[in-house]
């Protein structure tokens, strides 16, 4: 089982940034994909960017140009920079996990963008 620990949510205002920072630990053998989601009251949770094992990346439409991800395979983290931050962008974001075997989810932390 893989256990992800999430930090770097807050309150920012608009044109801001924040970087949001996933550990994994636990039976991690095989990661095959790293990925940001979120959600916001009232709508599905959609995926914002993914990372494979070999560094390719994909993000949604309404983050590109504005979101990077990143990884750290030597400590098992994945990472996402935000940055011209807008209201729409205010929701709580979850780290994903997926490996040969698992897909696993962290708690989600919070991104609030107001002014």
């Known amino acids: 089982q893989v256990q992800l620990v999430e930090s770097g949510g807050g309150l920012v205002q608009p044109g801001g940034s924040l970087r949001l920072s996933c550990a994994a630990s636990?039976?991690?053998?095989?990661?095959?994909?790293m990925n940001w989601y979120r959600q916001a009251p009232g709508k599905q949770r959609e995926l914002v960017a993914a990372?494979?094992?070999?560094?390719?990346?994909n993000y949604a439409d309404s983050v590109k140009g504005r979101f990077t991800i990143s990884r750290d395979n030597a400590k098992n983290a994945v990472y996402l920079q935000m940055n011209s931050l807008k209201p729409e962008d205010t929701a709580v974001y979850y780290c994903?996990?997926?490996?040969?075997?698992?897909?696993?989810w962290g708690q989600g932390t919070q991104v609030t963008v107001s002014s």
């Open positions: 994903h996990v997926r490996t040969v075997l698992t897909n696993s």
């Open positions: 636990g039976s991690i053998f095989g990661i095959t994909s």
């Open positions: 990372i494979s094992s070999s560094g390719s990346t």
